[in-house]
């Protein structure tokens, strides 16, 4: 089992930095850099590869990190890290995740998109994610997106976004894996969580159309199950934005689970935790 060292903002030993080298080994001589997601040439690769990297536009940013199973595949995970939305925070994050799941049986698309301070806020992060999404078309069974803090909002968007014009027309996602996410982008603005991250990542406050388009509390209810995995104890991102989100969802209709586990904001995305042995559970149940 792989163990997890990277840590997002306010990792409470004050210690560790965020880790970024992972990324930074030389890719298959096929993840080329101008590979647009539209390229029926880049979905075919990745649907020839087991493992590797695949940019999916221009820019350092644009890429994905696949690992396949060894084994006949369970269905797709698309892990997208957290940060805050800022361009510090990597997807070395959600490396350890990946290759957990690829151990499991599932494909892992580990998602970097860019971020504020290098190029990313609204709409280019939200392209991003859609633009790496859109790779997955050809893949057959499930395709779960999960996500932490700002993962967790981008994982929990990604299920809606095909509703809007810009985004039509990508890989539908059938479940997705909320790990304390921020749902609210309004709460989160009046809270100032992550130091105001959701003014930078929007560029504007809550009143602004463009919040529409973003904020996954404003597209309940969903067509498609979500689990919201927080703990009572984050010190990062309040308990409320997901016990907030599963009461409007289920009021609405939809199929909205809360799981409390213990570990503050971390114990999600750490391996060995009691957090995530309960989310592969619930990756178990779907398939």
């Given at each position: 089992m792989?163990?997890?060292?990277g ?6 030993q ?8 992972l ?15 539209r ?6 690769l ?10 999916y536009g ?12 060894d084994?006949?595949g369970?269905g ?9 939305w800022?361009a510090?925070y ?12 690829a ?9 970097e ?7 990313g ?19 057959t ?9 700002a993962?967790?909002h981008?994982?929990?968007?990604a299920a809606?976004r ?16 909320s790990?304390a996410g921020?749902?609210?982008?309004s709460a989160?603005?009046a ?5 105001g991250?959701?003014?930078e990542?929007m ?23 979500v ?5 009572r104890d984050?010190?990062?991102v ?15 209709g939809?199929?909205?689970?809360l799981?409390e586990?213990?570990g ?5 995305i750490?391996?060995r935790t009691e957090?995530w ?11």
């Amino acid at each position: 089992m792989v163990l997890l060292s990277g840590m997002c903002p306010g990792d409470p030993q004050g210690t560790e930095q965020p880790r970024s080298d992972l990324h930074h080994v030389q890719a298959p001589v096929w993840a080329s850099r101008h590979t647009g997601a539209r390229d029926p040439n880049a979905r075919r690769l990745l649907a020839r590869s087991m493992t590797g990297h695949l940019s999916y536009g221009p820019d350092p940013s644009q890429w994905v990190e696949l690992h396949r199973p060894d084994r006949p595949g369970r269905g797709v995970v698309a892990v997208i890290h957290g940060g805050f939305w800022k361009a510090a925070y990597d997807a070395s994050l959600g490396q350890p995740l990946a290759l957990d799941l690829a151990a499991r049986g599932w494909t892992a698309l580990n998602v970097e998109y860019r971020r504020v301070g290098n190029g990313g806020g609204f709409p280019e992060t939200f392209d991003d994610v859609a633009a790496a999404l859109a790779l997955l078309r050809d893949e057959t069974g499930p395709l779960v997106t999960l996500g932490h803090s700002a993962g967790g909002h981008l994982a929990t968007w990604a299920a809606a976004r095909t509703r809007f014009d810009r985004w039509a027309g990508g890989a539908e996602v059938t479940h997705v894996v909320s790990q304390a996410g921020v749902l609210d982008l309004s709460a989160a603005h009046a809270d100032a969580l992550g130091s105001g991250a959701a003014q930078e990542l929007m560029g504007e406050g809550p009143g602004h159309p463009s919040y529409s388009l973003a904020d996954p509390t404003r597209h309940v209810p969903l067509d498609v199950p979500v689990w919201c995995v927080h703990a009572r104890d984050d010190e990062e991102v309040p308990f409320s934005q997901s016990a907030d989100y599963v009461t409007r969802a289920t009021a609405a209709g939809a199929r909205a689970e809360l799981v409390e586990v213990p570990g503050g904001h971390y114990g999600v995305i750490d391996t060995r935790t009691e957090a995530w042995a309960r989310i592969v559970e619930i990756l178990d149940d779907i398939a």
